[in-house]
């Protein structure tokens, strides 16, 4: 299906295991070679995985995120990773790595663990006075040990953006074109700002209202962005 058709997508980037990998790309030849001159292009960070986790006798299902899944299978190399290294190994930054690890933390499965110039706290991460905290995750494989916290959040990451998230990542972009017209020309009224928009964004599209971008603007103005003296916009280069 074209992409024109699709929901506005995440993205991102994670480290497919090689056996993966082999997959997509055998599938991904023989598509090209019966539907030529298409090829695929593959969003590996996106979807969602059934897990089955063996611990001794007991199995638990999971239903997670790509990255959420690649979090977890690293375990099986070793129980204990340090977050930086354990980021590198699935291909995420750090941050990202604990807001995905999370539902492993919360489901009691993983064990996260801040050490912070001679203190010790459990999924926590504090802030000291300098330097940076040792934070490494470990898995929990006594299945009596996972306990899982209280109306925890465990459902997998949303690959598709809500509307306010989209119109978030919209304004963002226009942003990006009111700050480099008001540069560029230096001051700006409002309707011709709003005819600029519309001639020159393409992607996304510029389909808002007059109001709706006075409305925007004054925002930029009180965020210290902007100034508007009743007339024309101009940057602040007060900042």
Request: proline share 5%; glycine share 6%.
């Given at each position: 299906?074209s992409?024109?058709?699709?929901?506005?997508?995440?993205?991102g980037?994670?480290?497919?295991?090689?056996?993966?990998?082999?997959?997509?790309d055998?599938?991904?030849?023989?598509?090209?070679?019966?539907?030529?001159?298409?090829?695929?292009?593959?969003?590996?960070h996106?979807?969602?995985?059934?897990?089955?986790l063996?611990?001794?006798?007991?199995?638990?299902?999971?239903?997670?995120?790509?990255?959420?899944a690649?979090?977890i299978?690293?375990?099986?190399a070793?129980?204990?990773?340090?977050?930086?290294?354990l980021?590198a190994?699935?291909?995420?930054?750090?941050?990202?790595?604990?807001a995905?690890?999370s539902?492993?933390?919360?489901?009691?499965i993983?064990r996260k663990?801040v050490?912070?110039?001679?203190?010790?706290?459990?999924?926590?991460?504090?802030k000291g006075?300098?330097?940076?905290?040792r934070?490494?995750?470990?898995?929990?494989?006594?299945?009596?040990?996972?306990v899982?916290?209280?109306?925890?959040?465990?459902?997998?990451d949303?690959?598709?953006?809500?509307?306010?998230?989209?119109?978030?990542?919209?304004f963002?972009?226009?942003?990006?074109y009111?700050?480099?017209m008001?540069?560029?020309?230096?001051?700006?009224?409002?309707?011709?700002?709003?005819?600029?928009?519309?001639?020159?964004?393409?992607?996304p599209?510029y389909?808002?209202?007059?109001?709706?971008?006075?409305?925007?603007?004054?925002k930029l103005?009180?965020?210290?962005?902007?100034?508007?003296?009743?007339?024309v916009?101009?940057?602040?280069?007060?900042?």
């Amino acid at each position: 299906v074209s992409e024109l058709f699709w929901p506005p997508l995440f993205e991102g980037k994670v480290n497919t295991p090689e056996n993966v990998q082999w997959m997509l790309d055998a599938f991904g030849a023989q598509y090209k070679a019966l539907k030529a001159p298409r090829t695929l292009h593959w969003k590996p960070h996106l979807g969602v995985v059934d897990l089955e986790l063996d611990f001794g006798e007991e199995t638990k299902d999971f239903t997670v995120s790509v990255a959420q899944a690649l979090i977890i299978s690293q375990f099986e190399a070793k129980v204990q990773w340090e977050a930086d290294e354990l980021a590198a190994a699935v291909g995420i930054d750090p941050a990202t790595l604990s807001a995905k690890a999370s539902v492993w933390v919360n489901g009691g499965i993983l064990r996260k663990k801040v050490e912070k110039f001679g203190e010790t706290s459990h999924q926590e991460e504090g802030k000291g006075t300098s330097g940076k905290p040792r934070v490494t995750y470990t898995l929990v494989e006594d299945v009596e040990d996972q306990v899982a916290k209280p109306h925890a959040h465990t459902k997998p990451d949303i690959s598709v953006m809500s509307q306010e998230q989209q119109m978030e990542m919209n304004f963002k972009v226009y942003e990006s074109y009111v700050m480099g017209m008001v540069t560029n020309l230096e001051s700006l009224p409002l309707q011709k700002i709003h005819n600029m928009l519309k001639m020159f964004v393409l992607e996304p599209v510029y389909d808002k209202t007059i109001a709706e971008l006075e409305t925007f603007l004054a925002k930029l103005v009180n965020d210290g962005k902007l100034t508007f003296d009743g007339l024309v916009y101009r940057k602040n280069k007060r900042r």
